[in-house]
């Protein structure tokens, strides 16, 4: 009988065994009026890893399918050898990883398509649409759609 460690006291049913896709993506940090470039190691949902398999474009660099145990030992985050050494972990990740294991937990097809140990960088790597990590959004009152006087009105 085996028995498999849990990770995370919230999500008991996510093991150190669970399968898991890890990407690094290509995203901006804006600092004082500047647009850094940085190299951000995370998890991928299924339906990401389904669209980025399809060759839509993406920020990532590469993906690799791993167990969790590989990245995340409970206590401390683990940069896979396979991964760039200038790549930081992106925020939440534990949360981020729950998430995405539980994707792949219900649409596990995608553990044959991809299997653990794989590592793929020909993907459609763009960064046309810049993701910016830091971005705030400020809503103002000019924002605002301006109606047609007659739109809510009832015959």
């Not at 690094?24 to 991928?44: D, S």
């Amino acid at each position: 009988m085996t028995t498999e460690t849990t990770l995370f006291s919230n999500a008991p049913e996510i093991s150190a065994d669970d399968y898991c896709v890890f990407g690094v993506a290509t995203c901006y940090i804006r600092e004082e009026g500047e647009t850094k470039e940085v190299e951000v190691i995370e998890p991928l949902p299924s339906s990401s890893l389904e669209s980025v398999l399809q060759g839509s474009a993406t920020s990532y660099k590469m993906i690799a399918a791993k167990m969790v145990k590989e990245v995340f030992d409970g206590e401390n985050l683990i940069k896979p050898d396979d991964f760039p050494q200038g790549a930081d972990f992106g925020s939440d990740l534990t949360e981020r990883i729950i998430a995405a294991v539980r994707t792949y937990k219900y649409h596990d097809h995608l553990q044959s398509s991809f299997p653990l140990g794989t590592v793929k960088t020909d993907l459609n790597h763009s960064i046309k649409r810049k993701r910016v990590l830091n971005a705030e959004r400020m809503v103002r009152t000019e924002d605002n759609v301006k109606q047609h006087p007659h739109t809510h009105t009832t015959v």
